[in-house]
């Protein structure tokens, strides 16, 4: 086994740290203090275009896309340590390399089901980082988890599709640069099969009966930089049938091909929030001294920082392996580890940060370090892409069913 990134990898790494420390780091206050400045306070701070401008001219625009066509032609395991860099500085870092979800996985989707004249209308100012998108798949009345469950109704009325449902938690739709929602609904609600009666369609914001209806707090954070994280009302909004993503009836299929790389990002992203927290916690226990001593002296705080090196060690073995088996035999032949990251990645991040927050006491929970904010986001994900609970019951039956 040959654990060395190659040539191109380690060159992209090379470059990807350099931006990192020169630009994104020291983006990061001077964000926060544009932010607080701008009249419509979901529009991006005019430092992000800056460092957006940067990466592209440094070569680290659109790494995330395998698609040489549209983007870097990378392999996942080539990404995985790009990714994990990212995940650093997770509110600039992805977006400023036009990385960032949700247009990751509706790049994804355009660019793999999308006709020609979708690519050329959306994909393409998506892919120059013009516009952002969001994808409307959860709902509030209904257990999204099981995306069978959705209640949104995609009706064809002569030439058009007629989209009448309310969303929740919609990423990005918050930003005023979201343009277009790749929405999910039941075009068949009676259909015999229950993973064929979805289907997306593309929906313009601007189009008539779209109704972003507030934002939704995530642990009281709004999520700015992020697009924010909208309440969704489509009230009959009409739109021309040639706007269906692939067929009707394939929606689900199609949000299973966008989730599995989607899943495996943040996991990427979040090994490198896990080493921002143990570079803090670091830094803390060598500074500050309890009862006459280092913290770093502490027997307790040196477990904290020995068992969470250990720990991120294994995810991201685990996630690189996902990473190869996803290039070698497809997503659906790493389903199975695909699920396993899902479900131990979040979990364990968010434990690992939770140290570096006990170990800052106050400041831990404040605004002067990012780490409140780092935790929030990995607590968040272990709903994302589907809560951990819905992997672990499929994973477990995969186990089980070698042995009936």
């Known amino acids: 086994?040959?654990?060395?990134?190659?040539?191109?990898?380690?060159?992209?790494?090379?470059?990807?740290?350099?931006?990192?420390?020169?630009?994104?780091?020291?983006?990061?206050?001077?964000?926060?203090?544009?932010?607080?400045?701008?009249?419509?306070?979901?529009?991006?701070?005019?430092?992000?275009?800056?460092?957006?401008?940067?990466?592209?001219?440094?070569?680290?625009?659109?790494?995330?896309?395998?698609?040489?066509?549209?983007?870097?032609?990378?392999?996942?395991?080539?990404?995985?340590?790009?990714?994990?860099?990212?995940?650093?500085?997770?509110?600039?870092?992805?977006?400023?390399?036009?990385?960032?979800?949700?247009?990751t996985?509706?790049?994804?989707?355009?660019?793999?089901?999308?006709?020609?004249?979708?690519?050329?209308?959306?994909?393409?100012?998506?892919?120059?980082?013009?516009?952002?998108?969001?994808?409307?798949?959860?709902?509030?009345?209904?257990?999204?988890?099981?995306?069978?469950?959705?209640?949104?109704?995609?009706e064809r009325d002569g030439d058009d599709y007629v989209v009448t449902g309310r969303k929740w938690y919609i990423s990005g739709a918050m930003n005023p640069r979201c343009?277009?929602?790749?929405?999910?609904?039941?075009?068949?609600?009676e259909g015999a099969d229950p993973r064929r009666q979805q289907s997306m369609v593309l929906v313009p914001r601007e189009t008539p009966g779209v109704e972003i209806r507030r934002a939704m707090r995530v642990y009281g954070y709004e999520d700015h930089y992020h697009g924010g994280h909208a309440e969704v009302v489509f009230d009959g909004?009409?739109?021309?049938?040639?706007?269906?993503?692939?067929?009707?009836?394939?929606?689900?299929?199609?949000?299973?091909?966008?989730?599995?790389?989607?899943?495996?990002?943040?996991?990427?992203?979040?090994?490198?929030?896990?080493?921002?927290?143990?570079e803090l916690m670091c830094r803390r226990a060598v500074d500050r001294a309890a009862f006459g001593k280092l913290l770093a002296g502490q027997g307790v705080v040196q477990e904290w920082i020995a068992d969470s090196r250990v720990a991120v060690e294994q995810l991201r073995l685990l996630v690189l392996k996902t990473a190869w088996l996803m290039d070698t035999v497809g997503n659906r032949g790493a389903h199975t580890e695909i699920q396993a990251i899902k479900i131990a990645t979040p979990r364990t991040v968010a434990d690992i940060i939770d140290k570096a927050v006990q170990?800052?006491?106050?400041?831990?929970?404040?605004?002067?370090?990012?780490?409140?904010?780092?935790?929030?986001?990995?607590?968040?994900?272990?709903?994302?892409?589907g809560p951990d609970e819905v992997h672990q019951r499929s994973l477990a039956r995969r186990e089980l069913k070698r042995y009936r």
């Open 237 to 278: 909004v009409r739109v021309p049938a040639a706007n269906i993503v692939g067929e009707e009836g394939g929606g689900f299929a199609i949000a299973q091909a966008r989730l599995g790389p989607g899943r495996i990002h943040h996991c990427m992203r979040l090994i490198g929030m896990a080493e921002r927290a143990i």
């Open 359 to 385: 170990l800052h006491g106050a400041g831990g929970v404040g605004q002067d370090f990012p780490l409140a904010e780092l935790w929030a986001a990995a607590r968040t994900l272990r709903l994302a892409d």
């Open 105 to 154: 996985g509706n790049m994804e989707v355009l660019a793999q089901f999308g006709t020609e004249e979708q690519r050329k209308r959306w994909l393409q100012p998506l892919l120059a980082g013009e516009i952002r998108s969001a994808f409307a798949m959860t709902e509030p009345e209904v257990a999204s988890s099981d995306a069978t469950n959705i209640e949104t109704r995609i």
């Open 179 to 189: 343009e277009i929602f790749i929405v999910m609904g039941k075009t068949d609600p």
């Open 1 to 103: 086994m040959d654990f060395a990134f190659d040539a191109r990898t380690e060159e992209l790494r090379g470059r990807l740290l350099a931006f990192m420390d020169e630009h994104v780091y020291p983006a990061e206050a001077v964000a926060e203090e544009q932010r607080a400045a701008l009249a419509d306070p979901w529009d991006t701070p005019p430092v992000v275009e800056e460092l957006k401008a940067e990466a592209r001219r440094r070569g680290l625009w659109n790494v995330f896309l395998p698609d040489a066509e549209y983007g870097a032609g990378l392999t996942n395991v080539q990404y995985a340590p790009l990714a994990e860099i990212t995940g650093r500085s997770p509110q600039l870092a992805p977006t400023a390399l036009n990385c960032a979800a949700p247009d």
